[in-house]
């Protein structure tokens, strides 16, 4: 009776779990109908708001990781690269590191040699459609399609390679200013004239690529020719102490100009001054394309305000006694956050006699700087908003603290006040 009852519940569990695949399959295939239809006509738009109304009220998580391939495919076509490279890095996330659901990353190569069964890459058949991959966001293939594109004060003619000798460094994120107009100094980007023809989609495999890359080079190329304001708030990777702007980031090095297809060349307007740039498509070690400009005497920087931001500078006698919690997470030094939270400059940094009058003219000190984002634009995929920060002093502060001049308690009270009234 046992062997027949263990018989009957091995078959049972065998047919529900036939019945889960089948399932799935089934949702993946009803949006893979409707997904493929505005897809191909170019509708891009239209097609991410689908997308989003499907994620929003989706239970399965294999379809909405199948919709989140998508998603992230449409931003690209759509020319907003950084928006699907977050997409992309969302489904490690999502899939647990890559333990359930989805077991690789969503390439070709990688779709195609899966053998788990338990991953989407079979039970969406993913590899029955050429399309149904992110092999144009991977890494290999933006460094190779598109270049960035940044500004810095221009220093010397030197040929030098060393940053700080060519260009001025600008040390924490600033906007400039007209002094005679109290307006913003704008720039903007500028390409010769292309063909408009228009781009088909073609149902063959070997075109489907360039079907996705032409929409995403002329989408890219209509959302960067706009007018901006002059901002250094962007991080140069080659010189973590030196900001640049990070408004021309992912342009694209394939286009036709005026020179041939070889050639990605232009100019930036940046106030009253153009500069013309010019880049060939086979660079593809240099992702980077520095474009020196010119001060004018009219203009003037300011402390960039992001009010997605908040920044914190502590007394350096303070730093290892003070704590902050994120959330009611619980507590955690200063050295300790989480680095996908907050930027920390280890390098310290004397205050200014205008800003501090006389608490620096007593004595001279350095202070760290932390900035925590707020919400979900910078912060790592998973992690919740920050909606509550607290900051107290550790229990060692009471005893280590007798060694210190009094004046200090007041500066660390004014720097904390300083904190909250510059985040309302």
């Known amino acids: 009776m046992n062997n027949r009852m263990t018989k009957l519940f091995i078959i049972s569990s065998i047919f529900s779990l036939s019945m889960c695949m089948a399932q799935t399959t089934r949702e993946i295939n009803n949006k893979r109908h409707d997904v493929r239809s505005k897809y191909q006509e170019g509708d891009f738009s239209t097609l991410e708001n689908q997308i989003i109304g499907w994620k929003d009220n989706v239970s399965n998580k294999y379809v909405e990781v ?16 950084k928006e699907a490279i977050d997409l992309r890095n969302s489904l490690k996330t999502m899939t647990k590191d890559y333990e359930e659901i989805l077991f690789h ?30 092999d144009l966001i991977s890494d290999e293939n933006l460094s190779k399609n598109f270049f960035n594109l940044n500004l810095f004060i221009k220093k010397n003619e030197n040929n030098s390679e060393d940053f700080d000798f060519l260009f001025y460094r600008i040390k924490r994120p600033r906007d400039v ?41 002329k989408n890219r190329l209509n959302n960067l020719n706009k007018e901006y304001p002059l901002v250094f708030n962007h991080i140069y990777t080659d010189n973590p102490k030196a900001y640049t702007t990070g408004i021309y980031n992912y342009i694209p090095k394939r286009f036709t100009s005026g020179r041939g297809t070889n050639v990605v060349e232009g100019y930036v307007l940046v106030g009253r001054s153009r500069y013309f740039f010019k880049a060939k498509k086979f660079e593809r070690d240099k992702k980077t394309k520095k474009i020196p400009i010119i001060w004018d005497k009219d203009w003037e920087l300011h402390d960039h305000t ?19 919690e994120l959330n009611d997470e619980g507590y955690s030094s200063v050295n300790d956050l989480k680095k996908g939270r907050l930027v920390v400059d280890n390098e310290s940094e004397i205050l200014s006699n205008e800003k501090w009058g006389e608490d620096v003219v007593k004595e001279n000190f350095g202070t760290k700087e932390i900035e925590l984002n707020l919400n979900g634009t910078n912060k790592i995929p998973g992690e919740e908003e920050i909606k509550e920060i ?34 309302l």
């Open 66 to 81: 199948y919709l989140t391939l998508w998603h992230a495919k449409i931003k690209f076509c759509l020319g907003e690269i």
């Open 177 to 217: 200013f007209d002094r005679i107009t109290d307006a913003t100094v704008k720039t903007q980007l500028f390409f010769p004239e292309k063909s408009k023809s228009q781009i088909k989609y073609v149902a063959d495999e070997s075109r489907i690529k360039e079907y996705e890359l032409n929409h995403s080079f």
């Open 390 to 423: 607290k900051v107290k002093l550790t229990e060692d502060f009471e005893e280590d603290d007798k060694k210190l001049n009094r004046s200090y308690k007041y500066l660390i009270s004014a720097i904390l006040l300083n904190i909250c009234l510059a985040a």
């Open 306 to 324: 992001n009010k997605e931001k908040i920044r914190l500078r502590i007394h350096e006698d303070y730093v290892s006694w003070l704590e902050i």
């Open 105 to 134: 990353d969503l390439f070709s190569e990688l779709i195609d040699n899966c053998e788990i069964d338990d991953c989407i890459c079979k039970k969406g058949k993913l590899t029955n459609y050429s399309n149904e991959n992110l």
